[in-house]
């Protein structure tokens, strides 16, 4: 039977960060450079007062000066410095002169390395806390001609230079450690960058892995970690799977954001997309080169089954990647949580597309009680900015009746406050929907492909019913990532 102190022996096993940095020194094989940009040479450092760093380092630098480093890795077209264009310049810059300036010959066993950093920490006036990017390219075997590549964006929550400094070092560390010690472990490697780090100092948003030895890696799944781990509150990923900084992603731009299970993915929600889409880009304000749609996913709607079934995740995240969409995963169960987070990154126009029963949960005053200023203060961060929500009707099962803005029924104490939402023009109904697929529901499509029914394909959009049978999703395998979560 399992005990507290199992628990307790485990974090008395992670090594320190001058037991790590002192493993990499004394291994004869791996040889490298640090080149760190904005917060000095805070992981070198541990490096070099661990010991025996002359035969791991080849060069330490710190280009600090912006045309010193434009001197060094060429300018930039945007004139931005902490970014992720510019990591991987660095990256592949100090990776090439390792490689002319080492004779392999005569050190045929260097398993070479780069690492970099470009940050910007709190400025003085502490309004902006501050973030970077870190990188590691690196080889596990000599002889390999491609790299591996694993790289991440932090933002800081320390309110101090100094601490945030000392935090980017750690974190190096654990990166360089993971690397070349638990490659083969992804999963663990991101619970590993925050050895001897406590999680409300610095927050990992993005990371990605590329490389031959991390082939079977899927950056979606790597991006669920990150939530699941308390790394961070939201994680984006393209149609391509690769992950997105949503600060980058966001950055301006007017947000169309339709939320939903997708456990498969339905005609209707197509329909209420496509619909709402229309209906968003017609307006004046919004410049349709400049708009962001994303499917989101809170963490609550993937645990179907009370836990995260990573495997579930996959399939949806695969589904609607197919179908050439972005997709969010975050925390944000409420609604304005989610405008919160938006308004972070843009000014521009907000939609929300939902049905008839978001709408009524929305205006349901429990889901509030935590705000001392309850659903009223909700309701300001949800509805203050240019936001306008579009609804897609409801059939009710029992009588018939489509359900929309118009006669929805919310709570009597409610009714006053929605009329003043409505009358100001911020719920909009979808007119031109389709009635003749408002009888499906996600639920009930899953539950015919579990049970093995039939006649579930044609509520499906095109080419989705093909790729559930071809790929057999929504079905429990037993994959070597399971299998791994099982580990853990």
């Known amino acids: 039977?399992?005990?507290?102190?199992?628990?307790?022996n485990e974090f008395e096993n992670i090594p320190s960060i001058k037991a790590k940095t002192l493993r990499i020194n004394l291994n004869p094989d791996i040889y490298g450079t640090f080149a760190e940009i904005?917060?000095?040479q805070e992981t070198a450092r541990h490096f070099f007062r661990a010991g025996g760093a002359s035969g791991t380092i080849a060069k330490a630098m710190s280009a600090y000066d912006k045309a010193f480093s434009d001197a060094i890795y060429g300018v930039e077209k945007d004139g931005r410095y902490v970014t992720q264009a510019r990591l991987k310049t660095m990256l592949k810059h100090e990776m090439r002169l390792v490689e002319e300036r080492i004779d392999r010959k005569s050190n045929p066993d260097y398993r070479f390395f780069s690492y970099a950093n470009t940050v910007a920490t709190i400025d003085f006036s502490k309004r902006y806390k501050g973030h970077g990017w870190i990188g590691l390219r690196f080889q596990l075997d000599p002889n390999q001609k491609e790299y591996?590549?694993?790289v991440l964006h932090i933002r800081f929550k320390q309110n101090e230079a100094r601490l945030q400094q000392?935090?980017?070092?750690?974190?190096?560390?654990n990166l360089i450690y993971g690397a070349f010690f638990k490659y083969n472990r992804p999963k663990k490697l991101l619970k590993y960058l925050y050895d001897h780090i406590d999680k409300d100092t610095i927050e990992i948003d993005m990371v990605n892995f590329t490389g031959p030895n991390f082939r079977e890696v899927d950056n979606r799944l790597m991006s669920l970690q990150l939530i699941k781990n308390d790394m961070t509150d939201a994680v984006m990923f393209g149609p391509d799977g690769n992950n997105l900084l949503p600060a980058a992603a966001l950055y301006k731009k007017n947000i169309l954001a339709l939320r939903g299970s997708f456990r498969p993915v339905t005609k209707v929600n197509m329909d209420m997309f496509q619909k709402s889409y229309d209906i968003f880009i017609r307006d004046q304000t919004v410049d349709i080169e400049k708009t962001m749609v994303i499917f989101e996913i809170t963490l609550s709607n993937l645990k179907a089954s009370g836990e995260i079934d990573e495997q579930d995740f996959m399939d949806r995240a695969e589904l609607l990647c197919s179908?050439?969409?972005?997709?969010?995963?975050?925390?944000?169960?409420?609604?304005?949580?989610l405008v919160e987070y938006f308004n972070n990154y843009t000014k521009a126009r907000i939609g929300l597309t939902m049905g008839v029963n978001n709408l009524i949960d929305v205006f349901d005053e429990k889901y509030y009680r935590h705000l001392s200023g309850g659903i009223l203060e909700a309701f300001g961060k949800l509805f203050f900015k240019d936001l306008q929500v579009y609804l897609y009707p409801m059939k009710d099962a029992q009588t018939g009746q489509i359900m929309t803005s118009n006669n929805v029924k919310v709570h009597p104490r409610m009714k006053e406050l929605y009329k003043f939402f409505k009358y100001n023009g911020k719920v909009m109904d979808i007119i031109d929907y389709d009635p003749d697929i408002m009888?499906?529901?996600s639920r009930d499509v899953l539950k015919r492909i579990t049970n093995g029914e039939e006649g579930w394909e044609e509520m499906l959009p095109e080419g989705i019913a093909e790729m559930i049978q071809n790929k057999n999703l929504f079905v429990r395998k037993d994959s070597p990532e399971t299998q791994e979560v099982a580990e853990e």
Do not use: C, R, W
């Open 1 to 8: 039977m399992a005990t507290v102190p199992n628990k307790v």
């Open 38 to 40: 904005g917060a000095g």
């Open 148 to 150: 591996d590549e694993i």
């Open 166 to 173: 000392e935090t980017l070092g750690i974190l190096g560390v």
């Open 323 to 337: 179908l050439g969409h972005t997709v969010m995963i975050s925390k944000f169960q409420e609604y304005y949580k």
């Open 439 to 441: 009888h499906i529901f």
